[in-house]
Nanobody, 119 residues
Framework: QVQLVESGGGLVQAGGSLRLSCAASGRAFNSYNMGWFRQAPGKERELVATITVGGGTNYADAVKGRFTISRDYAKNSVYLQMNSLKPEDTAVYYC?????????????WGQGTQVTVSS
């Protein structure tokens, strides 16, 4: 069974930076597409960034130019570097993976890590 664990969240002032990490246990996810999602209270889950098995990336318009998703194959980890943070970035951030056929949906999730950006 695969376990995804996010870390790196916390409280930061607007304009600051945080780096979120997603580590896997039980099974490597280097061969799977990965994504970062976030959900703020009262709002629906939002896709933040994705990274393919080959390293291709996509970003939500709201974070484009500020966030960077990356993966370290040796460490079996995925990261989300968040710069120029804004209060509207405040949310619980989740790491997710597409691990089951047909690999079109995110079926494996972490527990989430809270990111709070103060004004």
């Amino acid at each position: 069974q695969v376990q995804l664990v996010e870390s790196g969240g916390g409280l930061v002032q607007a304009g600051g930076s945080l780096r979120l990490s997603c580590a896997a246990s039980g099974r490597a996810f280097n061969s799977y597409n990965m994504g970062w999602f976030r959900q703020a209270p009262g709002k629906e889950r939002e896709l933040v960034a994705t990274i393919t098995v080959g390293g291709g990336t996509n970003y939500a318009d709201a974070v484009k130019g500020r966030f960077t998703i990356s993966r370290d194959y040796a460490k079996n980890s995925v990261y989300l570097q968040m710069n120029s943070l804004k209060p509207e970035d405040t949310a619980v951030y989740y790491c997710a993976a597409r691990m089951s056929p047909p690999f079109t949906s995110y079926d494996t999730w972490g527990q989430g890590t809270q990111v709070t950006v103060s004004s």
